[in-house]
């Protein structure tokens, strides 16, 4: 059974910094063949695209609302992707949740909620003014 679990989700000011994980585990295929995404929906909004990794070309991806602050990278020993969020804004504020595809993700793709065949539960962040 494939699992995703974020953690290091939480309560931070603007400005601030968090780092969160995804812990993958029962993937069929090996890590390094999945393309990772972080996700975030905040209240009353639709769930959006944050940062995707390729796993198996190292090609990350970013929104442009978080380029030049959050940084996406892949402990491939570990199992494990990270999104580095740094100049946290209130606007950040989200459930965050990482998400699985076999596919090699890019262009208008990227995306694309349809590929990402595994999503974990979400961890929350807040930042507060």
């Known amino acids: 059974e494939v699992q995703l679990v974020e953690s290091g989700g939480g309560l931070v000011q603007t400005g601030g910094s968090l780092r969160l994980s995804c812990a993958a585990s029962?993937?069929?295929?090996?890590?390094?063949?999945?393309?990772i995404g972080w996700f975030r929906q905040a209240p009353g909004k639709e769930r959006e695209g944050v940062s995707c990794?390729?796993?198996?070309?190292?090609?990350?991806h970013y929104a442009d609302s978080v380029k030049g602050r959050f940084t996406i990278s892949s402990d491939k020993a570990k199992n494990t992707v990270y999104l580095q969020m740094n100049k946290l804004k209130p606007e950040d504020t989200a459930v965050y949740y990482c998400?699985?595809?076999?596919?090699?993700?890019?262009?208008?793709?990227?995306?694309?909620?349809?590929?990402?065949?595994?999503w974990g539960q979400g961890t929350q962040v807040t930042v507060s003014s």
């Open positions: 990794i390729n796993n198996s070309k190292g090609k990350t």
């Open positions: 029962g993937f069929t295929f090996a890590f390094d063949d999945y393309a």
């Open positions: 998400a699985a595809s076999p596919d090699i993700l890019m262009g208008n793709f990227t995306f694309k909620e349809f590929k990402y065949d595994y």
